[in-house]
T-cell receptor, first 112, second 117 residues
Framework: EDQVTQSPEALRLQEGESSSLNCSYT??????LFWYRQDPGKGPEFLFT???AGEEKEKERLKATLTKKESFLHITAPKPEDSATYLC?????????????FGQGTILTVHP | GAGVSQSPSNKVTEKGKDVELRCDPI?????LYWYRQSLGQGLEFLIY????????KSGLPSDRFSAERTGGSVSTLTIQRTQQEDSAVYLC???????????????FGAGSRLTVL
């Protein structure tokens, strides 16, 4: 069974304090690992897709990396507006496009 | 439309009643998905539409749940004889054509929060 585990469950940072979120996964034939951001009362918003070990993607203060067993979302010099829940998801081989297995998420709070 | 639109945004119902949740995807997106997000649980896949067909219904939790899509656009998720454990946020997402890199990128709506008393 495909599994995604995110840690920590919650992370509190001071503005400017860099850190990383972890996503460990077990999947048969990875066809993509996805990071989404979710603000309260809204649906998840797409951030990145990673397909193979060693791949990296960047967007503003966020950088996502991928190994064969886990992915990291690095946040450099975060700002209060980066506060949100960050969700990791995988698509397994042989599954429908868009049929993703999600982790429970990491709730990030950045204090000014 | 500019984004994925869902209605109602909030629905409170009594146990045993039927409910219908509506999703209007991004114009031109042929793929449509329903997910459920419960307190303390991650997003859970329910069903996938490509056009008006549902090639993957594997996530529907019971036969009380059904969904349809008409005209390759609007979709309705119906829950019959609602139970308290059905309380959750029901999220709809859409994506471009069902194959290729873009098909993996889901755009979600804001969700319909269902509370069953």
């Amino acid at each position: 069974e495909d599994q995604v585990t995110q840690s920590p469950e919650a992370l509190r940072l001071q503005e400017g304090e860099s850190s990383s979120l972890n996503c460990s996964y077990t999947v048969s034939g990875l066809r993509g690992l996805f990071w989404y951001r979710q603000d309260p009362g809204k649906g998840p918003e797409f951030l990145f897709t990673l397909y193979s070990a060693g791949e990296e993607k960047e967007k503003e203060r966020l950088k996502a990396t991928l190994t064969k067993k886990e992915s990291f979302l690095h946040i450099t010099a975060p700002k209060p507006e980066d506060s949100a829940t960050y969700l990791c998801a995988v698509r397994a081989g042989g599954t429908s496009y868009g049929k993703l297995t999600f982790g429970q998420g990491t709730i990030l709070t950045v204090h000014p | 439309g500019a984004g994925v639109s869902q209605s109602p945004s909030n629905k409170v119902t009594e146990k045993g009643k039927d409910v219908e949740l509506r999703c209007d995807p991004i114009s031109g997106h042929t793929a449509l998905y329903w997910y459920r997000q419960s307190l303390g649980q991650g997003l859970e896949f329910l069903i996938y539409f490509q056009g008006n067909s549902a090639p993957d219904k594997s996530g529907l939790p019971s036969d009380r749940f059904s969904a349809e899509r008409t005209g390759g656009s609007v979709s309705t998720l119906t829950i019959q004889r609602t139970q308290q454990e059905d309380s959750a946020v029901y999220l709809c997402a859409s994506s471009p054509a069902g194959t290729g890199v873009g098909a993996n990128v889901l755009t979600f709506g804001a969700g319909s929060r269902l509370t069953v008393l």
